[in-house]
């Protein structure tokens, strides 16, 4: 008779109690078997832990929430193509992005208000990622302040993404703070002209706890001032007021991504925004060829949108893209296991793509050709 099958792993969650090793110098590409990841399970204890408005406020999208709901499915509208003979493990997880070495090409995207979901927020974030030497990208909307979260690991490589919510004058503060606190490039989210239709939101009537730590807000008493468009102009602009590389995420079209790269972009981001503004629009996973055919090698191409699986991640390098983020999933790590949930969830993903790549014939995340992938079609 063979034996059972063990229980899938939660992250946050150690087998047999025996609490959890420390965090520094883990392998991005853990030995665990990486099936053993259960994001699905994850959710559902984070969804046990916190209060139902800010479960929605993380979970929602916009409107009709089709672009949230097509988000993972998009990246399972192409199947791969494993090539034989090729050799296997070790596969190399390790990469570099815009000149920074990380562990692995799976990181954080920027989500807000991290100690709505555990009271370390951002800096158990911080922690987790450098634990396994993945990217995190800061938000504007953070709960700690920029220096703050900087300070936390400040021998990891982080990025700052800024918003066009503030004056302009404070949020060129934010850009140039961004370049003294040594983070390593700018993320400028240019898909939030307006705020999106979140009617779940609107439902809940979701507001911040009185007191609630804002870290990157100006001063109380800051006077109020209209906040203009931006322009691709802004791209060379905040580029020179900070010091750093401008990475644009939210970039869904190629004539788009490639005016981005004239106007002095060192990468594009493509991005829903989480499903969370204009909704429906095209999938990360449908949009990535179009553009990384139209920047070619000129610039980096990052993605995110529901990416919930290595394979995903693999489907995501095959069609152009350097490295893939996530929030979601690191979202109910936070909360379910502070830093070490953090840990757990990038390296279990990290591990999914390093077995993945192995079973296709692959063994460098620097180089997966586009023909790894076909459509389902």
Known sequence: MAPADPPPRVPGQRPGGTGAPGLHARSAAAPDDPALLDLAALEERARGLLPPAVVDYYAGGAEGEITLAEATGAWRAWRLRPRVLRGGPPVQLSTRLLGSDVRTPIGIAPWAYQSLAHPDGERGSARGAAAVGALMTVSTSASAALAEVAAAEPHAPKWFQLYRRH???????????????????????????????????????????????????????????????WTFDDISRFAG?????????????????????????????????????????????????????????????????????????????????????????????????????????LGGLSAQLAHTMALCGLSDVRSVPRDTVASAR
């Open 241 to 345: 007021l900070s010091g750093l590389p401008v990475v644009v995420k939210g970039v869904l079209r190629g004539d788009d991504a490639a005016r981005c790269v004239q106007a002095g972009a060192a990468a594009v981001w493509v991005s829903t925004h989480g499903g969370r503004q204009a909704d429906p629009v095209v999938s990360s996973a449908a949009a990535l060829p179009e553009i990384a055919d139209a920047v070619g090698d000129e610039v980096e191409v990052y993605a995110d949108g529901g990416i919930r699986s290595g394979s995903d991640a693999l489907t995501a390098l095959a069609l152009g893209a350097t490295a893939v983020f996530v929030a979601r999933p690191v979202i109910w790590g936070l909360a379910t296991g502070g830093a070490e949930g953090v840990a757990d969830v």
């Open 167 to 229: 004056s302009p004058a404070y949020t060129d503060d934010l850009a140039r703070r961004a370049g003294q606190a040594g983070y390593r490039a700018l993320v400028l989210t240019v898909d939030l002209p307006v705020l999106g239709l979140r009617l779940r939101d609107v439902a809940n009537r979701m507001a911040l706890p009185t007191g609630f730590p804002l870290g990157n807000a100006p001063p109380p008493g800051t006077p109020a001032a209209p906040t203009p468009e």
